[in-house]
């Protein structure tokens, strides 16, 4: 069956400028997440959907950061006003419960985001 | 102090070698701890979950010591194929819900 898709795979930048990546899980997860990792560290948190509702978004870094998932599918992660520091492989997962289960995330191939 | 600490690598072992990881965590109300393993430049795919009872799964063996907020991931039998990073993972539902990765720990087997 199909995996977590993630577009574009690969997406390049100004500084400034807004962009939003998109993620499609797999059908039937409830819970969707995203993270974002740097090279040579592990995925760092940033929001975890449970249905159509963000369970938790504290790990967002700052308010130009934004989530969305409105029909508890699709979820996109937008980013306003980008910084180089923003520059980073943005990962989601999905998984058929979520954290209160402890079930596995099947994650997407990511979103290589560069800002320039 | 990082929420959930690993060691740190790269660990270069020979084939059929044994090579044990280990992580530490902080926070006391983690709820579920995972082995996760990451390719290069691929997505990170669970290895197995972890419990206090231990489990074990061909080659690889974790365990779980919750009064010292530990977590370790034995290889056995090195394979060139198990070279990777090994990510470990803890589920978190107090005061938020939230997965927390190490760093990793990166393994090269060479023949």
């Known amino acids: 069956g199909a995996g977590v898709s993630q577009t574009p795979s690969n997406k390049v930048t100004e500084k400034g400028k807004y962009v939003e990546l998109r993620c499609d899980p797999i059908s039937g997860h409830t819970a969707l997440y995203w993270y974002r990792q740097s090279l040579g560290q592990g995925p760092e948190f940033l929001i975890y959907?449970?249905?159509?509702?963000?369970?938790?978004d504290s790990g967002l870094p700052n308010d130009r950061f934004f989530a969305v998932r409105p029909e508890g599918s699709v979820s996109t992660l937008k980013i306003q006003r980008t910084e180089r520091g923003d520059s980073a492989v943005y990962l989601c997962?999905?998984?058929?419960?979520?954290?209160?289960?402890?079930?596995?995330?099947?994650f997407g191939p990511g979103t290589r985001l560069t800002v320039l | 102090r990082k929420e959930v600490e690993q060691d740190p690598g790269p660990f270069n072992v020979p084939e059929g070698a044994t090579v044990a990881f280990n992580c530490t965590y902080s926070?006391?109300?983690?709820?579920?701890f995972f082995w996760y393993r990451q390719d290069c430049r691929k997505e990170p795919k669970l290895l197995m979950s972890?419990?206090?009872s231990g489990n074990e799964d061909g080659r690889f063996t974790a365990q779980l010591n919750r009064a010292s907020q530990y977590i370790s991931l034995l290889i056995r039998d090195s394979k060139l194929s198990d070279s990777a990073t090994y990510l470990c993972?803890?589920?978190?539902?107090?005061?938020?819900?939230?997965?927390?990765f190490g760093a990793g720990t990166r393994l090269f087997v060479k023949a």
């Open positions: 972890v419990y206090s």
């Open positions: 993972v803890v589920n978190t539902l107090t005061g938020g819900f939230k997965t927390i």
């Open positions: 959907f449970q249905g159509t509702g963000a369970a938790d």
């Open positions: 997962a999905s998984s058929v419960l979520g954290l209160s289960s402890g079930d596995e995330q099947f």
């Open positions: 926070n006391s109300a983690s709820q579920s």
